[in-house]
């Protein structure tokens, strides 16, 4: 992983359909080797995400703390 960020994958849009496969695919392959999150805009849906790719995997996922980020043009 590249020096100075805090996860190797981010997921972004984890929410959505899309999202919700790549997140799910993420944790089945992930088996704690790296530390990865998702992102979006809704933090309640965000952590259904994770309750599901909870199940998925067998262990439970959380959101560890809160990120803003803001478009800059």
Same mark, same amino acid.
């Given at each position: 992983? +590249? /020096?100075?960020?805090?996860? !190797?994958? =981010? =997921?972004?849009? %984890?929410?959505?359909f899309?999202?919700? &496969?790549? *997140?799910? /695919?993420? !944790?089945? @392959?992930?088996?704690? @080797? &790296?530390?990865? *999150?998702? !992102?979006?805009? @809704?933090? /309640?849906?965000?952590?259904?995400? #994770? +309750? !599901? %790719?909870?199940? /998925?995997?067998?262990?439970? #996922?959380?959101? #560890?703390?809160? &990120?803003? #980020? &803001?478009?800059?043009?």
């Amino acid at each position: 992983m +590249a /020096e100075g960020r805090q996860y !190797a994958i =981010v =997921v972004f849009g %984890a929410s959505g359909f899309t999202g919700k &496969f790549v *997140a799910n /695919e993420v !944790a089945k @392959n992930s088996k704690g @080797n &790296f530390k990865w *999150a998702v !992102a979006g805009r @809704n933090k /309640e849906k965000l952590q259904q995400v #994770l +309750a !599901a %790719a909870s199940k /998925e995997v067998g262990s439970y #996922l959380q959101i #560890l703390s809160n &990120f803003t #980020l &803001f478009d800059i043009d």
